[in-house]
């Protein structure tokens, strides 16, 4: 009973982690996930959060540091890193009082 117990803890905490993090880049703590497609590189994953633009660049800066590149094009920022060998490719842009965060991992 105590061993199901630790299972199911450590299975939940696991879980956790693993909704927080993506190919090890980190998500939004309000972030609400509606597509996700990570079985093989490249990997795909977008959330909607309610944090501002400048607030999500920020976020993205403080956890991956300065990209490699950076552009807008058609209102859409386009943040450029490299994580653990892999090209990672932050997309930014809003709808109505949302905005659409968009990672890819090559």
Avoid: C
Avoid at 9 to 17: I, Q, R
Avoid at 40 to 67: D, I, N
Avoid at 77 to 82: A, C, I, K, S, V
């Amino acid at each position: 009973m105590r061993l199901t117990f630790l299972f199911l803890v450590a299975l939940s905490l696991s879980s956790a982690l693993q909704a927080a993090d993506f190919y090890q880049v980190p998500i939004a703590a309000d972030a609400r996930e509606f597509a996700r497609l990570d079985n093989k590189l490249p990997a795909v994953l977008s959330y909607f959060s309610q944090k501002s633009m400048p607030e999500l660049r920020l976020y993205y800066l403080q956890h991956l540091g300065e990209p490699f590149k950076a552009e807008t094009i058609y209102g859409r920022e386009n943040l450029f890193f490299h994580l653990d060998g892999k090209q990672v490719r932050i997309l930014l842009s809003e709808r109505e009082n949302w905005r659409q965060v968009d990672i890819m991992v090559q």
